[in-house]
């Protein structure tokens, strides 16, 4: 079974930084590209950032409002892909999901449940 | 970047009747591989979205077929045929063409009557 667990939220003060985990089980981690999208509170969903697989470079992309302050990086001998969130500021209040990405379909099909992220002082 | 817009933004339907969903992308997502990359994601309340259709009109594993996806272009359409009360949460639309950043509708919220 295809699991994706996010942790690493809480309470942070602006300017701030914090690092979120996604530990991954059930699938071969290092085949998937993996992704980090976000909901504000009461809010839509956002693309935060992806990270794929070594087979396609490695290589990350970032939407407009983070790039420069979070990088997603991953460790595929331990299934775990991280989002590093420099210099929060409160629009960065969000829960953040962690997702896989499968490249035959073009597809995130599962998501994690999701870890909260509060910037507030 | 893209801007996907959906209609209506919310509905509310009696059980056993259809519903349907529209979403428009400011570009076409139509992709030179031949394929369009329009996906329907599905958060029921308090949970993670969850992916129903893929490609337009692939039902994603587990999908129960009163779901369909139609259109191509930039007009989408989410029916379902019969609605049920586990069909209750926000519809999203989101387009994987024109990256980055992949984009989302703003969600069409589904309630029961």
């Known amino acids: 079974e295809v699991q994706l667990v996010e942790s690493g939220g809480g309470l942070v003060k602006p300017g701030r930084s914090l690092r979120l985990s996604c530990t991954a089980s059930?699938?071969?981690?290092?085949?998937?590209?993996m992704s980090w999208f976000r909901q504000a509170p009461g809010k839509g969903l956002e693309w935060v950032g992806f990270i794929r697989s070594k087979a396609y470079g490695g290589t990350t992309e970032y939407a407009a409002s983070v790039k420069g302050r979070f990088t997603i990086s991953r460790d595929d001998s331990k299934s775990i892909a991280y989002l590093q969130m420099n210099s929060l500021k409160t629009e960065d209040t969000a829960v953040y999901y962690c997702t896989r990405f499968e490249y035959s379909s073009s597809l995130f099909d599962y998501w994690g449940q999701g870890t909260l992220v509060t910037v507030s002082s | 970047d893209i801007v996907m817009t959906q209609t209506p933004l919310s509905l509310s339907v009696t059980p056993g009747q259809p519903a349907s969903i529209s979403c428009k992308s400011s570009?076409?997502?139509?992709?030179?591989?031949?394929?369009?990359?329009l996906y329907w994601y599905l958060q029921k309340p308090g949970q993670s979205p969850q992916l129903l259709i893929y490609e337009v009109s692939s039902r994603f594993s587990g999908v129960p077929d009163r779901f369909s996806g139609s259109g191509s272009g930039t007009d989408f359409t989410l029916k379902i045929s019969r609605v049920e009360a586990e069909d209750v949460g926000v519809y999203y639309c989101m387009q994987g063409i024109h990256l980055p950043p992949y984009t989302f509708g703003q969600g069409t919220k589904l309630e029961i009557k």
């Open positions: 570009q076409s997502l139509l992709h030179s591989d031949g394929k369009t990359y």
């Open positions: 059930g699938f071969t981690f290092g085949d998937y590209a």
